[in-house]
């Protein structure tokens, strides 16, 4: 079965560093691009980024560049998004999704990893 | 770049049909036939209905169709089924070369 796999929930105080990961299963994960989406708490769903796998060459939303980074290891079919420095603002799900281009449907998404910052 | 323009909400009856708007721009939604349904619920991730405008991926009900006129796209539910209460989000590609996702609709069965 094709499904991206998120790692768990995350509680963290401002300030902090984190990364989030999501892992392929049943696909060549170097094949397609991984996105991030955010989806703040009761609010739409928001394009952070992307990565190809085969080359990591990234490209970040205005909105998101500089607070964020996307890395993947395709050795381990894995893609990650870090932050160093946490802020209570940074509290949202975030999703994983793949897809061949940027111009084609995210047609497989992770189950999504809560983080929530609070002092 | 601004999101994509939908209702707040609809609503209809089982066995309706409804529609949902997705009004963008020249730089997105009427420039490219690359527009995206994705149909979500509550404490779920969102599923890929509709791409490039009216491809509907394997596995999903031919109840749902895609359309674009101008500026804006469209989804259509057709029979509508109490499973189809959901939140919508239509997304585009853009001239900047990233996707853009609409605000999302409710869709209520009543």
């Known amino acids: 079965e094709v499904q991206l796999v998120q790692s768990g929930a995350e509680v963290k105080k401002p300030g902090e560093s984190l990364r989030i990961s999501c892992t392929g299963f049943?696909?060549?994960?170097?094949?397609?691009?991984i996105s991030w989406v955010r989806q703040m708490p009761g609010k739409g769903l928001e394009w952070m980024g992307r990565?190809?796998?085969?080359?990591?060459?990234?490209n970040y939303s205005p909105s998101f560049q500089g607070h964020v980074t996307i890395s993947a290891d395709k050795s381990l079919s894995t893609a990650y998004l870090q932050w160093s420095s946490l802020k209570a603002s940074d509290s949202a799900m975030y999703y994983c999704a793949r897809h061949r281009g940027m111009t084609t449907g995210m047609d497989v998404w992770g189950q999504g990893t809560t983080v929530t910052v609070s002092s | 770049q601004s999101a994509l323009t939908q209702p707040a909400s609809v609503s209809g009856s089982p066995g309706q049909s409804i529609t949902i708007s997705c009004t963008g721009t020249s730089s997105d939604v009427g420039g490219y036939n690359y527009v995206s349904w994705y149909q979500q619920h509550p404490g779920k991730a969102p599923k890929l209905m509709i791409s490039?405008?009216?491809n509907r991926p394997s596995g999903v009900s031919n109840r749902f169709s895609g359309s674009k006129s101008g500026n804006t796209a469209s989804l259509t539910i057709s029979g509508l089924q109490a499973e189809d209460e959901a939140d919508y989000y239509c997304?585009?590609?853009?001239?900047?070369?990233?996707?853009?996702f609409g605000g999302g609709t409710k869709l209520t069965v009543l």
């Open positions: 997304s585009s590609y853009t001239s900047s070369g990233a996707p853009v």
């Open positions: 990565i190809d796998p085969s080359d990591s060459y990234t």
């Open positions: 490039d405008v009216s």
């Open positions: 049943g696909y060549s994960f170097a094949g397609y691009w």
